[in-house]
């Protein structure tokens, strides 16, 4: 079959894979919240698709790509890795009881402006105007590193919560005993408040040699931590929201490729049926 219908396979071949690319990369771009989604976003082209010259697909071969298309449950982050091939990567270290842990960073981005076209994602990140301030006087010049960062977080974390309090409905109840007894609190990410032990960075980009900052805690996740527990999060469905937007225009890019096919194969057909009646009148 391969070759017999050039003009479509043509389309399936480039056209089509890069029109639903372009929609989902434009439609997955109004979600950056769901962790900088476009950003990652990482196509795959698959021609012919399953040996089927008249068949093509594209995947997103990003990571998590799949928990955001279908969504996920609930689950408690510290028994779903796998600590064996954490410890085995070097990612995970060992304390001196033999705890396995992780040091996980978290960035805070500075407060922006509506003119600056604040995203939903930075917005989600953006430190209080107030904790900035903190940060800047306390972190300017020199870093009187330890003192300052916990004076940043007493200011910041005045009368708050500890970060990300999940309500009961979501924590599993034998975590929730857990958490209760050990904690105090039935279920939340870390101990530590939200801004406690910010630390400011300062890099140079190695384009144009300018200076900025960067504004961070870091956070320890342990194997038998009571806490970092993910709540459910319900699937975006892109794939089959850029399907309805694009089915229309394929379907006209396969129709005239279509034509094309039939016009090429008539063409070819009246052409032989020619050549042979002038060799037999010729006989």
């Keep these: 079959m391969a070759g017999e219908y050039p003009h479509i396979e043509a389309v399936l071949q480039g056209p089509i894979p890069d029109l639903i690319i372009a929609a989902w990369s434009e439609l997955a771009a109004e979600h950056v919240a769901t962790g900088f989604y476009s950003s990652y976003t990482s196509f795959s082209r698959m021609f012919p698709y399953r040996g089927n010259p008249l068949a093509c697909a594209v995947a997103n071969t990003a990571p998590y790509a799949r928990y955001l298309e279908e969504g996920h449950g609930g689950f408690h982050l510290p028994t779903s890795i796998d600590w064996g091939k954490a410890t085995g990567k070097g ?65 910041a974390m005045a009368g708050t919560r500890l970060s990300r309090p999940y309500g009961l409905g979501t924590f599993p109840e034998a975590l929730r005993l857990r958490a209760v007894q050990q904690e ?42 009571v806490g970092w527990y993910i709540p459910p999060a319900a699937g975006f469905h892109f794939a089959e929201h850029v399907v309805e937007q694009v089915r229309p225009m394929i379907e006209d890019l396969v129709a005239e490729a279509a034509r094309d096919d039939v016009v090429e194969l008539l063409r070819v057909r009246v052409g032989e049926q020619s050549v042979h009646g002038f060799r037999g009148w010729y006989r």
């Excluded at 033999?98 to 960073?105: A, D, S, V």
């Excluded at 990140?125 to 301030?133: D, F, L, N, Q």
């Excluded at 306390?138 to 007493?154: F, I, K, N, T």
Aim: glycine share 10%; proline share 6%.
């Design 91 to 155: 990612t995970a270290k060992a304390n001196k009881e033999g705890r396995r842990y992780l040091r996980i960073p978290f960035r805070h981005m500075t407060p922006g402006t509506p003119a600056g076209g604040i995203s939903s994602a930075r917005k989600r990140m953006m430190m209080p105007s107030g904790v900035y301030r903190d940060a800047l006087t306390a972190l300017r010049g020199d870093r009187r590193s330890r003192e300052a960062r916990r004076a940043v977080g007493r200011l």
């Design 184 to 225: 105090g609190m039935p279920g939340y990410t870390w101990r530590s408040r939200t801004y406690e032990g910010l630390m400011r960075r300062e890099q140079v980009s190695p384009a144009s040699g300018a200076k900025s900052s960067t504004y961070m805690t870091i956070r320890t996740l342990t194997e038998d931590s």
